[in-house]
């Protein structure tokens, strides 16, 4: 069911619903955004040693993966953390879906020099299956869900679509 669910759609599950849905429906705002366009110069220039955007059957794109089995998720601040942490969790199920347990995941904040190790627990599982069963219900909708003003709005590359 959850085979074309991608970490970015988990991500903006919990970021946005309606900006999970129109990027599920292939409305995409980002390549204007000059927010999106600071995470593509700290990706190009953070862990340039790394073999980069590993990416696992169209569905997750894992920022690196370190030889000691930990998958890394290059995050530029703390402002949706939670979000970053369920999308990590949820390349650790996928991942696990697939038999692949031997792997640890961290989000790096390169500009604040931290990083958060996080782990995968059966209560996590339960959750995510939830989430995407979620999901899919948000993008077989014909019209996006209802605007929640939240504090990224104003960010948010998707912000003239919701506001006009």
């Not at 593509?40 to 073999?51: A, F, G, M, V």
């Not at 890394?72 to 601040?77: A, I, T």
């Not at 627990?121 to 299956?129: C, S």
Request: charged share 35%.
């Amino acid at each position: 069911m959850e085979k074309y669910l991608t970490g970015v759609m988990v991500y903006y599950y919990k970021v946005c619903k309606r900006k999970l849905w129109y990027f599920a429906h292939e409305i995409q705002m980002e390549q204007d955004n000059e927010n999106v366009k600071m995470g593509k110069i700290l990706d190009e220039e953070s862990y340039k040693r790394q073999s980069k955007h590993v990416n696992i059957d169209n569905v997750i794109n894992i920022d690196f993966i370190q030889t000691k089995g930990i998958l890394h998720e290059v995050k530029k601040s703390k402002k949706i953390e939670e979000a970053g942490i369920l999308q990590v969790k949820y390349y650790l199920y996928y991942l696990k879906e697939r038999n692949v347990t031997d792997i640890r995941a961290r989000i790096d904040y390169p500009l604040l020099k931290k990083t958060l190790d996080v782990e995968l627990t059966p209560e996590d599982e339960e959750e995510i299956k939830i989430i995407l069963a979620q999901i899919h219900t948000i993008i077989e909708n014909r019209v996006p869900p209802e605007m929640e003003k939240i504090k990224i709005c104003k960010s948010c590359a998707y912000y003239d679509l919701c506001y006009i």
